[in-house]
């Protein structure tokens, strides 16, 4: 398999992933020709932010029949919006309906099929995310992020399939091609669009499943945390302006995509900041490598080990000081380097994004249950230390097993088993690791 890590056997033919650069052809004035003013369109979650803005902008390019399915009905400033569309003279049906539902959807055709022109086209933009990690999820919460885009989805295929469609357009997302801390269950039913898209292809349907990153000032970036921004700002991703979107969005239908990613990324901040994913040959066509990537604020652990021992210590905590503030969104004169971070309000995500910012910083893999367990700067400082000492190659997994077994006891690593509830998949498996290395 090499340094692969997502690998298919199709046919007896081998085939690996890959995220590349892909071209849309986008014109001045791209939606005009899109939408036939003499076909009905319909839109899921059309009450939300995006599903509003995705009317708006049909009816504003000759889209003359509408209709806006969702759960909860339109709120105060959708209705506002609605009644604008109809005075300009756009036939708008908000209809109130749950698209996970089969019957609910078969009696919306139903309409369309006795009252309105032949249905033309569908945006599954329905959707709702809840957050959490793995753990922490029960199989209603799960199942209650699926339903819509799954089971609505599959919904809307089988009952749509035998109608002559010029598309059929799944909104999906950036998770589920390249994961989302604490959104495993958004990640896998916006996974099931993409394949859902192939599979419509493979058949001879109209399909396309566009995996968005966020929307500027619409949908799920007005709900996330000021922190969750933050980490998404240092990830290297920003936001979509919504008519940059809708263009994309006509690209797709015209040029017949079956799947795109529409990621506004900086692939080498990414990068840096997830050197895990970083390092992946899913991305590597992506990634521009500079190069010399060390530079005046980066170490090497044959630099560190190198230096004066003083030296070296006063380096490690001046950069570790300000590698931590900057994660936990702190300045650095406020944080003491003898208090334990976890006094400080570091989590599991924090303390891998920590994690990874000294890997990338200077090539040293730390354990994770190392930071979990609370240390302070200095602590770390001195966890450091050990690590590029102990090997020549202290990065290695080797190095980290040893490593583990000395700076953790029996005692100290079960104590960490009281943060389960609070720990994602992969920080379980590494603290279970090394619990089994000291047992």
Known sequence: MGNEDQ?????????????RPASLQ?????????????????????FGDLGMYVAQSMARAGARHLILM?????????????????????????????????EDVAALLTQIDGSMPPLRGIIHAAGVWEGGVI?????????????PKVQGAWNLHELTRSMVLDFFVCFSSGASILGAAGLSDYAA?????????????????????????????LGMVRSVTDLDASRWSEHGMSTIPPDEAMKALAAVIRQGTVQVSVLPMNWVQLQSAIP?????????????????????????????RAMDPVQRRQTLTGKLQSEAARVLRLPPAELDVMRPLNQFGLDSLMALELKNRMQSQWG?????????????????????????????EPSDSASEDRFARNVMDSKSAHQLLDQLPQLSDDEVDSLLKQMADLS
């Open 7 to 19: 690998v298919a056997f199709r046919q007896g033919v081998r085939h690996v992933a890959r995220l």
């Open 26 to 46: 986008t014109a001045p004035a791209p939606v005009a020709t899109v939408f036939n003013p003499d076909g009905t369109y319909l839109i899921t979650g059309g």
């Open 135 to 147: 753990l922490q999820q029960d199989w209603e919460r799960f199942e209650g992020v699926l339903a």
């Open 276 to 304: 895990s994913l970083g390092r992946s040959p899913f991305l590597k066509e992506l990634i521009a490598m500079e190069p010399e990537k060390a530079g005046k604020d980066t170490f090497s652990p044959e630099l560190l």
């Open 189 to 217: 039913a916006n996974a099931f669009l993409d394949a859902l898209a192939h599979y419509r292809q493979a058949i001879g349907l109209k399909a396309a499943s566009i995996n968005w990153g966020p929307w500027a000032d």
């Open 364 to 392: 040293i893999i730390v354990p994770l249950v190392s930071i979990l367990s609370g240390p302070s700067v200095t602590g770390l400082v001195s966890i450091l230390e050990t690590l590029v000492d102990a090997a020549e």
């Open 70 to 102: 969702g759960r909860r009905g339109a709120s105060a400033s959708a209705d506002v919006q609605i009644k604008k569309m109809q005075e300009a003279g756009v036939k708008v049906i908000p209809y109130l309906g749950d698209v996970a539902r089969r």
